[in-house]
Every structure is written in structure tokens, then in C-alpha cells.
């Protein structure tokens, strides 16, 4: 047999029909539903009177719009967003799917709650209305996020009309630095390639500083493949993605255990498999960064300073000055002296509890210097984790707001919003203009960098708030 | 969804990259349940000022853009979320085809599922439909999806490439689902064997 990749191997084990231009019925094993980009998919299965084809394979929670603070009890005040929460509410209970309502601690971002249930595993194809399905990749599973037409049709369907992308491999050798996480690495990798560079592809992220993530670090990096472009981020799984899943309430048990064990062991890119673009990074010449544009291929290392966006090319000199622009900062500006109004710590990127963890260890008997600073759990199991480990108390000592989960300020649906001018270090993935409310600047960064923001008050280099010695891998 | 026929019209340039899903359709307008209505709040952020006026200088505020069919963008157009409230927006303003060098790849699949055709050139020839964009109402394109053509209003011919079951969708209206509903006993072999394969899944 032909050598194989990671990537080729899922696809080829889910092709249900397959067309002679190669336009493929794939099949789908999990479909992650949430309620912004869903309403009008179950309403096309009912004006056509079809169901839905696998309403065990179906999972809903509401996320993006819900208020996290703790009056939510009470019922969701923004009218809108109430009727679009209800709208998923009767969805699930009419079409039969699984569903965490708000009011259950399960509840949480769907791409948190997708691998803490156990929904999400390794060899599996995954699909949802939402691009950042990419994190389920660091499990080994193809997953992607969808427009509301094909969330529609894999309700009904099971399948995605799909064709093949190209296959890449992004190496990260070696070992990372003190104070540089799985964002840095992530957000380093779209520096390079740019926003586009994986456009057509499927990234398959591997080599020694990969490898010695955890099982968060790797969501982190997969969860940013789409701002790289890629259709998908993957990770070959391994011993820590098995001792990972084991136990979660929707993993395999006993014979079926073993059975999926044998299968996933051979879910690994052959040695001599084929690479239509390969990029190496050192994984020591990674640094902690951050972003100071408005898209995310706009990084530098925290100890640069703004670019002069006559210093780039084409399209981008243009698009650098628009973003200094809106930014409100000057070319030559260290970045390290750019002060900072709020803190946002959550999303689906850095909203686990390791992340929780490592913000909560610089913050530590610090008290912030920024007028607000807010941590949102990606879900209400990783905030009753972070209370029992105490991380909360140490959240709130230092004067952040304890929220419930939710996306929250990371697209600012919900009353979480930036008002224009003011300047949020975000552990999100998203520096849009716009994105956390309008005219609100965001600079994108680690939960390490973003808690040494808060302390501050202006971006910092967490690594100068470290003991000198290395913390262990 | 309606055939895709030959059309002629107006086109407006946007020359700017990295256009994303934020900008076309902000998330406050995400929050509706239908499809519709989402035309006058295209480019919203772009659109209009704080009290909610129209900001004159912005391309589809001009007159000569007001009725524009055709959108002439930069690269990577619609990166950002998968919300295809972007491409409902879009279509409900009245623009039916964008050009641009690249597009961001849930974007573009999206688009195909609501009657709009995202057209790809290399760079050097959006430049010369973006110079002609600029002219006005007066510089109208004809877009020929059958014959993968879009001719400037000086009569040059730009050929464009395209998968072709997106294309013979687009141009004869297809229903996917439907399409799909048709290879019914495929899905049903194809679940037959995985759940022996993979029983735990
Ligand atoms: S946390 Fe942000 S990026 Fe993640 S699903 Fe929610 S809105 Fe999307």
C-alpha cells in the first residue's frame, strides 16, 4: 500500500460515495451544534419535513450568546439572543439530539465540552457551524467547521459534499523557552505563513515541541489553524491522548476500549508519506508574542516594536496602515509600552483549566492595574475544577471578575463587550476590527502574557516576572 | 435556489485584504433565526456612524454603487468564522459575485449554497476590474458562469476556473440535500460497514 498521512488515512475511512472528479460524500461521525449558526438549518429540515438522519451522533449546547454572569439564572434580558437560545432548546428536544441546556454544569464553549464529554476522538470525522472545530483535531480527528447550508445538510444527511485539500506538515523541533506556550507556537505559525498560507490545505502539526504539549496545549494550537487558512489543524495521537480520553463519560469502555485502542494506534503519517508543503520552526526560536494588528498574522515577540507598514509589501502596506489606524499606535512604539485598559481570559483557545492554571500562577498575590479584568471558564466543569483547586480565589484576590462559561468577550455577542477605544489583552484567537465590541482594539496573547498584563497595566514580558530558574517542561 | 443566469451590472471595488466575516455582517446581527433582511446591515461597521447615518465615503453608500451586482475585492476576502449570515448578507443587498485573488475557504463553499459565484484571478487582472470598478455606473461587467467568463466594460475577457459540480449546481439551482438524499443506499452501506468496523463511534 501507498504511504499515507494522518490526514489521508480518516479521510479515506469515511468516504461514503465518491464521485469520478473526486467530489466525495464524507461521512460524519460527530456534529457539534450551538445556536448562532443553527436556527435556520433546523427550520429548513422542517419546511422540508426531514429529520434528523443521526440524533446520536448529534450534540447541542448554547454558548455564543449566553450571559455570563451569575443572574443568568434568572432567564437571558437581551431578547434576541433569549429567542436564539430557545430556538436550540426546542431544536434538540423535537429532533431528539443530546443537549446541555444553560442551567447544566456541563455547559460550556462546544469545542471545550466536545473533548471533555468524550465526544470527541481520535481517528473521527467532526463538524460544526463554527471555524474553530479545528481544536478537535489535537485529538487526531478531522474536524471542521461548516457554513449553516451544510449544518443543514448533515443533519440531514450525515454526510458533507466534500473534496480532498492538500496535505501539510508544520514541524516544530526541538523544545520551547521559558514562559512560551502552545498560543505562542500557534500564533507564531500564522506569522509566518500568513493568514492564507494554509488555505486548501489540511496542517498536520508535529516534531518534539508538539509532542511534549498536553492535551490543552495542543487544542490551543489546533483551535488556530483556520487563522492560518487551513481547512484543519491535526495531531497524531498518542499515549497522552489515550490516558486523556479514558473515563470521559462518552469514551469507549472495556472490549470496545480495546477494539478503538487497535484502531487508533495506526493513526500516524507513514514515514515516507507524501507532503504537498512542509514549514519548520525551532521551537527555541519561538518567543512569547503578541499581536498589534487587526488580523492574526500580525505578531511579533513581545520585545519588538510596531512595524512600519511601509516596511511591508503589496496589499499589506495598505492593510498595516488601516490596522495601526484603528489600532491607535504609532510604527516604532514598543510593544512592552503599550498600556492596556482590560483583560480577557477564556475562549475556546485558552478557556481550559490549564490555562486557568497558568494564569493563576502569575497572578498569585498580585492585584491588577487595569480598569477590568475578566476570567470566563470555557465551561462550568473547568470552573467547578478551578474552585476546588482554589485557582478562583486567586482570580479574584487580584481583582478579576469569576464569570460563568460561555464565548463571552471573545465575540462579544453577550453584554461582554469592548466599548470603542479601549484595549483589551484577549487570550481569544480574533483581533478583528469589531470583534470584542466596535472600536474595541484587541491584542491577542498567551494566558501567561495576559495575566502579566493585568498586573502591569501595559503588554508585558511574563518572563521577566519568573524565577530565573527554568520552570520543568 | 434560482438558476444562475448571465447578467450584466454594476461593480464595486473594495480594494482592501483581509476582508473578514466581522466586517461584512458584525455579530450583533448574528442573532437572528432567518435568512433574510440582513442586506442593509452589510458592512455595517464600514457602513454607518455611531448614530447609525451613513458614512458617504464608503463604497456602497456612493450613488453610482447603490445598485451594485458585482463586488471587486483584495485577497484572502471573508476569512474569519464560518457565519454564513456573511454570504445572506451579501446576497440580500443585491451582489451576486465577488472577484478576488483568494477567499478564505468556508466562505467560498458558502457562497456556492446561496446564489452567489466568488470568481478567483491572479492579482494582475482584479487590478485591471478594480481600476474599471472605479469608473462608476457606467462601467457595467457581464458575468457568464456557463462559459466561466467575465467581460470588463471595455469588452475584455477574463477567464476563470472552477470546480465543476460547484458549477453545475450553481447554474441549474440544485438542492444539495436533495442530490444527496439520491445516494441514500451508499450512506446506508457505508454505516452498515463502519458500525462492524467501528463499533464505538
Ligand atoms: S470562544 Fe470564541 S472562537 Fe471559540 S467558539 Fe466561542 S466565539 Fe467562537
Redesign the pocket.
Known sequence: MSPKTLYDKIWDAHVAHEAEDGTSLLYIDRHLVHEVTSPQAFEGLRLANRKVRAPEKTIAVP??NVPTTDDRVNGITNEESRIQVEALDRNAKDFGIHYYPVSDIRQG???IIGPEQGWTLPGMTIVCG?S?TATHGAFGALAHGIGTSEVEHVLATQTLIQKKSKNMKVEITGKLGPGVTAKDITLSVIGKTGTAGGTGYVIEYCGEAIRSLSMEGRMTVCNMAIEGGARAGLIAPDEKTFEYIKGRPHAPKGAQWEAAMAWWQTLYSDDDAHWDKVVTIRGEDIAPVVTWGTSPEDVLPITAEVPDPESFQGGKVQGARRALDYMGLKPGTKLSDIEIDTVFIG??TNGRIEDLRAAAAVLKGKKIAVKRAMVVPGSGLVRAQAEEEGLADIFREAGFEWRLAG?SM??AMNPDQLSPGERCAAT??RNFEGRQGRGGRTHLMSPQMAAAAAITGRLTDVREMMAPAPEPA | MDKYETFTGIAAPLPQINVDTDMIIPKQFLKTIKRTGLGVNLFDEMRYDDNGAEIPSFVLNQPAYREAEILIAGENFGCGSSREHAPWAIRDFGIRCIVAPSYADIFYNNCFKNGILPIVLPQEQVDILMADAEKGANARMTVDLEAQEITASDGQVFRFELDSFKKHCLLNGLDDIALTLEKGPSIDAFEARAGLERPWV
Open positions: 454558548d455564543h464553549i462546544v469545542h463554527d474553530h475562549s475556546c464565548c471573545c465575540l481569544s484567537n
